[in-house]
């Protein structure tokens, strides 16, 4: 990713250098804007490429599996309590594997898991590649997980959980995604593994017309800060589709009138669907002023704003990141 962003940083340099600062400032911020959003659709595009890439591997699997189970090490992993490859004791090359106590076949999910064991050198590969990727998974309504890197699975997950019940499973299904394509979870939630707020990008697999399981690859918002707003020098705040707030720097959340983003602490195991609060929906703003702008980039699709609020006046810069239908909004303080 280094060379996307010399390039980034390069082109802005000659950019600044041949504009007349006050009557291009806009134009100029603007296209910044626009790089930075076509940066973040380009890595989440070649995500979309790679789980792709591995749906057709798990289908590969199916296909032969007569010949991969006879020769599957049915000693790779030892199970205690439907967990196997736990933290902090993990083998670093494997994945963590979980069976909910609602499996309604034991058998049918280690046969599962003895034909999807050569998945964990790809996981490993596909973890390694990508910096905002926190992890690589399958999710079965077998009632059967498969996460790298490993993690302390017997502390953060309940004996009982329903696999299917879970956003990353069934955004995928036949119900939400009908077209049995790679989708995205737009809305943040709180991830059970403990790796805090996530945005995921899921991929149905299906074997003779039966959803055997759903890939998943997750982002977490701390990746999202790090990596993309982080090396921005722009006041910006990046809102899903229904107007939270996934992640923004700090002086632009204050300026929305909104509360400080902080991470989930963990005070116990996450059982069901866990979103963020309304209190960072731009929608549920103290400020009317907020709300208006709200309803006019997200309902009307505008995206240049001016916010006049009391002694506080800004400009707004709106660009989407059309992969998530998320709107990237650059706060300019005058």
Known sequence: MDWKRLIYAFFFLALLACSQ???????????????????LEYDLANLEKEIVALGD?????????????????????????????SMPAADPNLSTLYISTLAPSMEEAMKLIYLTNP??????????????????????N????????????IDALEPDLDIPSFNFYYE????????????????????????????????????????????????????????????????????????TVVAGKSKAIEALSLPPLKNHTYNQTITSNSYRPEDF????SKSKTVRKIASSIILSKEKNLELKD???????????????????LDLIFE
């Open 281 to 284: 929906n731009l929608f549920r």
């Open 119 to 140: 998945t964990d050198q790809i996981f490993k590969s596909i973890f390694e590649k990508y910096d905002v990727i926190s992890q690589v998974y399958m999710n079965s």
């Open 21 to 39: 600062p006050k009557t291009e400032k806009f134009q100029v911020i603007s296209l910044e804007l626009n790089s930075f959003v076509k940066l």
């Open 172 to 243: 995928a299904d036949e119900v939400h995604n009908p077209e049995r394509s790679s989708t995205w979870v737009k809305e943040i939630y709180i991830d059970p593994a403990g790796r805090g707020w996530v945005a995921s990008l899921l991929h149905p697999v299906y074997v003779e017309d039966d959803l055997m399981m759903v890939l998943g690859f997750d982002i977490t918002v701390n990746d999202l800060i790090e990596i993309y707003l982080n090396n921005s020098t722009r006041n910006l705040v990046i809102i899903d589709p229904a107007g």
């Open 57 to 85: 591997t798990i289908e590969y699997l199916f296909q032969h599996q007569d010949s991969i189970l006879a020769l599957a090490d049915n000693t790779l992993y030892r199970f205690e309590n439907g967990i196997a490859n």
């Open 142 to 153: 077998r009632q059967f997980n498969r996460l790298y890197p490993p993690f302390e699975a």
């Open 310 to 328: 009391g002694d506080e006046s800004f400009k707004i810069i709106v660009n989407k990141v059309e992969n998530l239908d998320w709107f990237v």
